[in-house]
Structures are given as structure tokens and as C-alpha cells.
């Protein structure tokens, strides 16, 4: 393990506390909007890696439901879910290992949506810090953004999920999950674990735009040179290294509240390689910004080959995709039915 890795580990074992009675059982999702990143590789899909691979048993969805509580042009959505499972597939996401699935595929995630969507008061939701955000981007804002956390309850509650690995602004959510979970168990009876979130990155490794390392990097920035996408080609990146924004003084050193950007660029080669800043600061002792970008492009280039060349394999495959999609949602479904089937019952409509 290296560093970021280790920082995980301690993170997971002080932050999670299991609930007595449920099996583990993690959650996590990610929207289709976008190439994945640089931020979103070593924020979050390393660690469902992880995961995985240490025999926990893990559910990962393609959150589209979640993705159109904002505009998105239909065509655009389709293409950004098999790119998305074709990233996650190239990034070591194995469905023999975790359940993959694409949300709207799995109905019940709306159904017990609209369940606890009925017993969550307007007041609990208009308090989100993400709908602030959201009102000065959007001109109006749809219904289903308010629900969006009642949605994000629901794919929790729906797997009996433990484990939420999320990123530090989706905390607020969680919690709320957390609140509908106890509130709904107060009310009909013992039903649902209460997820615990742990917080899946360390925020002096979250990952800065390249174009403003005051702001993160982001799948929806609208300049495509802030952020290194796994997918993007040698050229590229190398590009995108060479115009990231640093500052006028030509040493590479670790400085992040007086030199931010060229601070956010070892941030970025460290987590990506697992070598230290300090011996990438060693390594580029003497030489000038503009050279440190090109070294570290090149091992950045190396290190998503594999990445690369495994995801224009799996796109061009767009049946195995479609497959792996339809497998992880049947899998997803059966698990899915019962906490419904039970919850039904316990509300009083008993759909069985
Ligand atoms: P959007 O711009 O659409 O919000 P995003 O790129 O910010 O997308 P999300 O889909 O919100 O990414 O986040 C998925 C996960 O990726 C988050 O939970 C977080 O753990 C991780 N992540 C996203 N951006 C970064 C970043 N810059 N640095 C580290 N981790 C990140």
C-alpha cells in the first residue's frame, strides 16, 4: 500500500463503526456525467477497488436518476453510461467481485424513494447546502432535486448498506440517510442498518482544477483543460501538464497556501505514482517548472496506460457492457426486492 493508500485504511478502520446484527455491505455510486478524472480515480474508485478486492461485499451503481435532476441531452446520458461502466471496468471494477448495476435499471430504488420521501418533511430538505449551490447555477430548480438525498436514502437503505465510502461534500446526505433510517425504524419496527459514512479521500489530497488550483477538479468544470481524464490520450495530458497554472517562481516545492498550484501538481503526481512529495521534490531538485511538468506528465501518461488501452478495448464492445449492466441489475434487483417486499409489509400496502 502506499501512502494514500495506508491514510484509507486507518481512515475506514477509525470512522466505521458496524452495525451490530447486519452483515457488511458497502454502497457507493457515481453520476454518468462525464469522463472520469484524475480526482474521482484516486477520491473514489481506487477505494471501491479496495473494496472489492478485500472481499467486502460491495454494491456500485450508475447513479442516472441522480444525473437527471439536472438538463442532460438524452443521447449524451446514454453514451456517458457505457463510458462510465467501461471506466470502471478499466479502472479493476470486476462484477464478479461487487455488483455493478446502472440505478434506473433497479425500480425499486424510486419506490422506496417515494416511501420515505413520505415521511421526510419539505423543512429537513430545503436545508441541504448542495440546493444553495445549486440555485446559483440553475435558474429553477426541479422537484426531484429536493428529493435527490431522499433518493440517495433510498439507494442505502434499499442493500441494508453499513458502508458509504462518499466524498467530504456528500457528508450532509449521509446523514440525513442516517435520520430517515432511525426515524423509520422508530416507526415501524427495527428495518434498517444505520450507514455509517467514512470519507473516502483526505482533503489535502483533493485534487485541484489545473486551471485554478484554488477550485477542485471536477467533472463538470466547463473547461476541459482543468482536469486529466483516465481516458485521455498521451498528447493530452501532456498538453494539459504543460498549461496547468502555476506561478512565476521556477522551484518545484510543497507549498500549498503560497504556491498552490505547483502544490496541487505534486499532490497529483504523488497520489498517482505513491511516491512522497519529498522524494519528488528530491527527484526534481535543480530543475525548473517547466521541465518537473513534462517529467510528470510522462509518468502520469505510464501509469493510465493500462487504464487507456483497457477502456478503448471494453468501449468498443458495447454488448459485453450492455451484459455486465444487465447481470449487475438482476443481481441488484434480488437483493433490492426483499428489504421492499418488507418494507411493504411493515408500512402497511404489502405488495407481496
Ligand atoms: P461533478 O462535477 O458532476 O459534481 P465530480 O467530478 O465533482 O462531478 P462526483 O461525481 O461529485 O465528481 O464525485 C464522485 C467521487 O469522486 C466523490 O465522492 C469524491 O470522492 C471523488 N472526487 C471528485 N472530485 C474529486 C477531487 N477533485 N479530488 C478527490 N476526489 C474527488
Redesign the pocket.
Known sequence: FNECDNLFRTNFCLQVKASPGYPKRVLSG??P??SL?L??Y???IKKWVHLQDSGDEAFYSIADLHAITVPQDPRNLRTGILEMTASLLACGIDPEKCVLFQQSKVLYHTQLCWVLASFTTMAKLGQQAQLREKREILQELSTALYLYPVLQAADILLYKATHVP??ED?ISHLNLASFIARGFNKRFGDTFPIPHPFI??DSSR??KSLRNPLS?????DNDPRSRINLCDSPEEILLKCKKAVTDCSSAVEYDPEKRPGISNLLVIHSSLTGKTIDTICQEAAGMETGNYKITMATEIIEVLRPIRERFHELIKEPAYLEDVLETGASRASACARETWQEVSKRIGIDTS
Open positions: 457515481i453520476q456525467t462525464g478524472h480526482g474521482n484516486l477520491g473514489a462518499v466524498g456528500q473516502n479521500e483533493r485534487l477542485k477538479m471536477s467533472k463538470s
